[in-house]
């Protein structure tokens, strides 16, 4: 078996992390698939073909473990999303058994903080939204908050530290020194926080979430005060810089599509095929990683023992040998089996959260608003390339009626 060092594989990792190519990083995506398994200079291996991506999210010889070299946390205290079976099962079937009953029957909620966001903009006349900071961030913030049980007061200081946080995520040859100094404060910032959070509540227990992993019934599946602080940490950060982008990719594919955004304004059955076309044609998590427990034969080429397996979702997304006219936005697609929230036994647990909170937001916007149109095009975007998306989204509009349809 023959395994060839990649320099162009190199290079197309290195655009897509460039901040220049934020806006439209597709192409290079796209020219990745002609290797569909590549190994990169640093000695990991890139894997952007669909199949061979669902393979490894799907093989038991891949561990969760990136190894990451700058990540020095005892295995024990890393979240969910970075642990193996069996503690990862254990772990995750805690955290669904308290997230997922405290999600159902939300959709009339989402459809009220949608409402409120979007009537303080109600407008008779010609007006400007920007989509980001007045519906797509606030509307998760606040919903994860509350789940959660964060006080309202203390949403701003979380938000900014999400914020921060989450540039931790990119890889640590993108950041400068000062960047990474920045993010150890903030990571001490958020223990200091959780901790204090986790303490108020333990002495004033509610029915949210946090009181309920704190005092989960059965106490084999208690967990201990670092996971408790890790896992909390884990869904908070979640919540505030996932479905922010969801939202807003979906407002510039509407924007983008006029015939879309008038279908979606009269059949509202529209948005759930809509939503899960941008969670594949513009997916807000755009990479994963894995490494290898075993050497792992795939795609021709043998994976050893030991690498760094770094897996382009959003190249699988666009993947010609698994999608009709990959590159093309189909808001009705069929067979839409993309890799937006992963797969395997790491697969988003806040899935169902994030569909009906865009596609209720999106709905919303698409009634609502009254010939919208993008100011700029593309708009500005983050920093972050593995959480990526637009970090101002204004949209000017002639009208912003108010609600005169019941949620649905
Ligand atoms: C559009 C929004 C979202 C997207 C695109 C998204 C995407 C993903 C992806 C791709 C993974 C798998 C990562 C991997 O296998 O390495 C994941 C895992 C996870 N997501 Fe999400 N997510 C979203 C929203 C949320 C929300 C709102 C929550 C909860 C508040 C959440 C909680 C989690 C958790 C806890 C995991 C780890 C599961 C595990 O390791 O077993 N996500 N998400």
């Known amino acids: 078996m023959t395994t060839s060092t990649a320099p162009p594989a190199t290079e197309q990792f290195a655009r897509v992390l460039r901040h220049e190519h934020r806006a439209d990083p597709y192409p290079h995506y796209a020219r990745m698939l002609d290797r569909r398994v590549s190994r990169l200079d640093d000695g990991s291996w890139l894997v952007s073909g669909y199949q061979e991506i669902r393979q490894l999210l799907h093989d038991p010889r891949t561990s969760a473990d990136r190894l990451d070299p700058q990540n020095t946390t005892p295995k024990a205290a890393r ?116 901790e204090g959070l986790i303490a108020r509540r333990r002495s004033d227990p509610g029915d949210d979430l946090l009181s309920g992993l704190m005092f989960h019934q059965d106490p084999d599946d208690v967990l201990d005060p670092v996971q408790l602080r890790v896992t909390l940490g884990l869904l908070l950060i979640a919540g505030h810089e996932t479905t922010v982008n969801l939202i807003a990719n979906g407002t510039l594919a509407l924007l983008r599509h006029p015939d879309v955004l008038a279908r979606l304004r009269t059949d509202p059955d529209l948005a759930t095929p809509l939503v899960e076309e941008v969670l594949r044609h513009d997916p807000p998590v755009q990479m994963s990683g894995r490494s290898a427990l075993a050497d792992i034969d795939i795609a021709g080429t043998t994976i050893p023992r030991g690498s760094r397996i770094r897996l382009m979702l959003a190249a699988g997304n666009r993947d010609a040998t698994r999608f009709d006219y990959p590159g093309r936005f189909v808001p009705d697609r ?32 698409a009634r609502r608003l009254q010939e919208p149109r993008l100011v700029d095009d593309p708009p500005p975007y983050r920093e972050n390339a593995i959480l990526r998306g637009p970090e101002r989204l204004p949209v000017a509009f002639a009208r912003l009626d108010p609600d005169h349809t019941p949620a649905r």
């Open 79 to 194: 979240s969910l999303l970075l642990q193996d079976p069996p503690f990862h099962d254990q772990l995750r079937r805690v955290v669904t058994q308290e997230f997922i009953p405290r999600i159902m029957g939300m959709r009339d909620h989402l459809g009220e903080l949608v409402a409120r966001l979007l009537d303080a903009h109600i407008s008779a006349g010609p007006g400007e939204l920007d989509v980001v900071a007045d519906l797509a961030y606030p509307l998760p913030v606040t919903v994860i908050c509350e789940l959660l049980g964060v006080p309202t007061e203390d949403e701003p200081l979380f938000g900014s530290l999400a914020r921060r946080l989450t540039r931790g995520l990119d890889p640590v040859d993108t950041q400068t020194e000062e960047e990474l100094r920045e993010l150890d404060r903030a990571r001490g910032e958020l223990v200091h926080y959780l």
């Open 334 to 365: 069929r067979d839409n089996a993309h890799l937006g929230f992963g797969g395997g036994i790491h697969y988003c647990v806040g899935a169902t959260l994030a569909r009906a909170e865009a596609q209720i937001a999106l709905t919303a916007l």
